[in-house]
């Protein structure tokens, strides 16, 4: 599946890292298939793919978190059975995780030495500690205080740390996991600096990440992953963004869908400027504009991971926009205004969340309550102080009936449904109360091919019954086929919107990298 | 004035003896917290200690046996509550007030099939208790005025296992703070992901947390029984297992403020007992309802916030998942 190009300068020495053919389920999933990579000692290795396409997993096995089911990993040549981190430790792989490994209430200097303390007592590990840490700190040009303490520290400093404990035990093969997820562009452009020492001092480099711009500006050679395997190899010099962003993304059979033209009427729902900030202050929406009209629907697309969960839940009155405004049916959002799901519903909104399990269901309540969730205090519930159990059984018999919910039994739990079905239920909740405006997330995902019928059937309904929808998912085809307008987002800002008539696999794969503005997402 | 100074005196060295098992039990807390584990088991633990002690102090006549065996069933129950929530990440509340219920019960029902006295253990002789130790010079200082009586009430004058409690707190301040077990430890009740992916056992250290603790539960226990008391009693450790815990709570998981919530909770008890109808400088005398309350009264002042806001560990609570 990938060709190990041998080019003439390498013949003989052997890998840094090569894994060959390794496989890993949990339950009934599996999260990696038959993976094989090599990695040239002393060089940036990229593994891009979509968020679940298994980077993290595969990471976790080759540094011994996880433990392969099948297939062989060689560091240097030697075949090694990777079963725990002490086993990666001590064969020089060091990781960088995603989330930091760090104990917030130690100094600097007490999170290097754990795990090596180099005695029964700190005293006799504590000065080696601190002079290594000075030593790798110079030498890979990583400044930090060895005596502050880790929760004092910025983003950044940690990661710096964590690259320190990885490197401490003098490791010759260093992986980082999404490192630029939370870091800010400058931090990210001091760590990619950093790589570039730690690659030219012998370090071999894995970096994991779904941001095609860092792939292009500091690997040497790239894997692309999609659904738990490896779909192609390049060398970075000899690839493009759009090219990797549809090895990403990938091809499927398009499912065709009989629509009739749009018939677009009034601005129903818009966005000017919208802008949102998390709590750390990394900012993950900047400056996005939309309008969506009455019987139209504007799909967002995207590489996952690029903003669209923000985005819903900034809209959805999840997560307090903190710039620009919403206008909801003539209503405005603004920072100013107090908002949550349910002043935002009460707007005129609904949603149909991304994430059904976290979001859209409570999946140990019975299917009729399910169906009255976030309406309870209407009428469907019954009317007066108690809940009306025949009212809500009955309430939830019809829209089973009306949206063909498999097995049409109110009394059972959510979780006990299949995840079409479970779709189901949310969108017959959402739909039934005939919305104007409406924001759907994946409303297919880890959905069967019937229920992906009837589903974009519905959305497409909805929409010729006058409704203004926006459609997000990380689906192109689903996008390509049931929006009138598709808008791209990549990092966090909205790179286009073109019309359906327009777009295209290129061009939308060349926005999804960002390729509209002038030079890279930074 | 004279007369006050001595009653106060006395109230310390009450104060040392009532604190000494609440003293071991925070300690065992603060291991078992430290490292994430809940420990509301200390009360059954030392429970159990206290009955091992006492029962097997009677059978042999030797309290350094019922110390040792308490101490072994001490940890036993240190294992089961591991078992419960570290090996089998059960909810490690209930799985710590399983043991109270079940030392509660199995203490008065092994004790009845042994001894047939309703529960209770035989009273035990002097020799086969832990006696108060008299330090040399005792009867040389007595001449000194203030220094002499302080020397022999306060600092002289108590059991062996008092002695042990005191020291338990540098041991473990020393333990945590200065060692690499400790280090460990500290780190894998905040983040023990960070431990794992440093390639040492989350589990293993946990469980060595929790058998430390049932060492000084075990301790605390045998006090009770064949050091405080001459026997052993149902229920005799009556809540003393909670009020070490709170004292962890306000100590803030750290040994030394531990130690002395430990010693306020001693001072407050043992001030109610002596305290009562006696005339107070300035104040008259208190009114005994007024210092039964007393205890309870700066309990819920200093939980509401009066100690500032404690910062448990972050693991705590939640057992480890890969």
């Known amino acids: 599946m990938t060709d190990t190009n041998k080019d003439g300068s390498g013949g003989a020495a052997p890998y840094a890292l090569e894994l060959k053919g390794v496989s890993k389920s949990f339950g009934l999933i599996r999260a990696n298939r038959d993976i094989t990579l090599a990695v040239r000692p002393g060089s940036i290795h990229g593994i891009i793919g979509e968020n ?22 060689l560091v240097g040549g030697e075949p090694v059975d990777m079963r725990s981190s002490a086993d990666a430790i001590s064969h020089g792989i060091g990781m960088v995780h995603q989330h930091f490994m760090l104990v917030p209430t130690f100094t600097v200097l007490e999170n290097v030495m754990l795990g090596s303390e180099g005695g ?21 040009n990583l400044r930090i205080d060895p005596d502050a303490l880790v929760g004092d520290l910025n983003v950044g400093q940690r990661q710096r740390v964590e690259i320190i404990k990885a490197l401490k035990g003098g490791a010759k093969i260093l992986i980082l996991d999404e490192p ?17 020492v730690l690659r030219d001092r012998g370090v071999s480099v894995l970096l994991i990440t779904h941001k095609l711009a860092e792939i292009m500006e500091i690997t040497d050679a790239v894997d692309i992953m999609r659904q738990g395997q490896i779909v192609g190899h390049r060398k970075t010099a000899e690839t493009s963004p759009a090219e990797l962003a549809e090895l990403m993304v990938g091809r499927k059979v398009l499912l065709e869908v009989e629509r009739t033209e749009a018939n677009p009427g009034d601005v ?27 019987g139209e629907i504007l799909g967002v697309a995207g590489v996952s991971g690029n903003g669209q969960t923000q985005l819903m839940e900034v809209l959805a009155g999840m997560r307090h926009l903190t710039a620009g405004s919403i206008s909801i049916l003539g209503t405005e959002v603004t920072p100013a205004t107090e908002t949550n799901p349910r002043i935002i519903r009460d707007l005129g909104l609904r949603h149909i969340p991304e994430d059904r399990h976290q979001h859209g269901l409570i999946l140990h309540f019975e299917a009729r309550e399910n169906m009255i969730l976030g309406v309870q205090d209407s009428d469907l519930a019954g009317t007066g102080f108690l809940m009306d159990p025949a009212a809500i059984e009955a309430n939830c018999r019809e829209k089973m009936r009306d949206y063909d919910v498999r097995p049409d039994a109110p009394r059972h739990f959510a979780k006990n449904f299949s995840g079409g079905n479970q779709q189901k239920i949310v969108i017959a909740r959402e739909f039934s109360a005939n919305p104007v405006v409406l924001l759907v997330g994946q409303p297919t995902r880890g959905v069967d091919v019937g229920a992906i ?42 790179v286009g919107i073109v019309d359906r008539a327009e777009a295209d696999r290129q061009t939308l794969g060349l926005m999804m990298a960002g390729q509209k503005r002038e030079g890279h997402a930074a | 004035m004279a007369d006050f ?21 925070a300690m065992a807390g603060i291991f078992a917290e430290r490292s994430g584990v809940i420990d509301i088991s200390l009360e059954g633990k030392m429970l159990t200690g206290a009955f091992v002690a006492a029962a097997v102090a009677a059978l042999s006549g030797s309290p350094w046996l019922g110390l040792i065996c308490a101490i072994f069933a001490s940890i036993f129950m240190s294992l089961v509550h591991g078992f419960a929530c570290i090996t089998h990440k059960g909810n490690q509340v209930i799985s710590g007030v399983a043991i109270n219920i079940l030392a509660s019960g199995l203490t008065v029902v092994i004790g009845i099939a042994l001894f047939r006295r309703g529960g209770q253990t035989p009273t035990l002789g002097r020799d086969e208790r832990f006696k108060p130790l008299d330090w040399i010079g005792t009867e040389t200082l007595d001449a000194v005025p203030l220094l002499g009586v302080i020397y022999r009430q306060l600092i002289s004058g108590h059991n062996v296992l008092v002695y042990l409690a005191l020291l338990a707190v540098p041991l473990t301040a020393f333990i945590i703070y200065r060692t690499r077990f400790g280090l460990r430890m500290r780190a894998v009740g905040e983040v023990p992901e960070a431990v794992d992916s440093a390639g040492v056992s989350v589990t293993w250290l946990r469980y060595r947390a929790l058998i430390i603790g ?37 100590g803030n998981w750290r040994p030394l403020r531990a130690f002395m919530a430990c010693l306020m909770f001693g001072f407050l008890e043992a001030a109610t007992s002596r305290l009562q109808g006696v005339d ?27 100690i500032g806001r404690p910062s448990p560990p972050a693991a705590i609570g939640q057992p480890y998942h890969k």
Not at chain 1, 459 to 470: F, T
Not at chain 1, 480 to 486: E, G
């Open chain 2, 5 to 25: 100074l001595y009653q106060l005196l006395l109230t310390f060295d009450a104060t040392l003896r009532i604190a000494a098992p609440l003293i071991l039990c």
């Open chain 1, 180 to 196: 630029t997820g939370v870091l800010t562009p400058q931090e990210a452009e001091q760590l990619f600096e950093i790589l570039k």
């Open chain 2, 280 to 306: 107070l400088p300035l104040i008259g005398e208190v009114p005994t309802q007024l210092m039964l309350a007393l205890p309870y009264v700066l309990t819920v002042l200093l939980l509401a916030g009066f």
């Open chain 1, 268 to 294: 129903q729902f818009s966005a000017s400027g919208l802008g949102y900030t998390n709590s750390q202050g990394v900012v993950e929406l900047q400056d996005i504009s939309f309008e969506v009209r009455a």
């Open chain 1, 453 to 494: 019928e009837f589903i974009h059937k519905q959305l497409l309904a909805l929409r010729d019954a006058g409704c203004a929808i926006l459609l997000v998912s990380v689906e192109l085809d689903e996008i390509m086929s049931l929006s009138d307008r598709i808008m791209v987002l990549c990092d966090g800002h909205n």
């Open chain 1, 120 to 140: 029964a007592l700190l005293r006799e590990g504590r000065q080696a500690a601190r002079d290594r840490i000075v030593e790798l700190s110079e030498r890979y």
């Open chain 2, 214 to 250: 049932g060492v000084f539960c075990g301790i605390a226990g045998a006090y009770l029984s064949v050091a405080q008391g001459g026997n052993f009693v149902r229920e005799m450790s009556a809540g003393k297992g909670y009020i070490a815990l709170a004292a962890v709570i306000f």
């Open chain 1, 52 to 73: 679940g396409a298994g980077k993290s997993t595969l990471m976790n096995i080759v540094y011994g978190m996880h433990v392969r089911d099948e297939g062989e990993i």
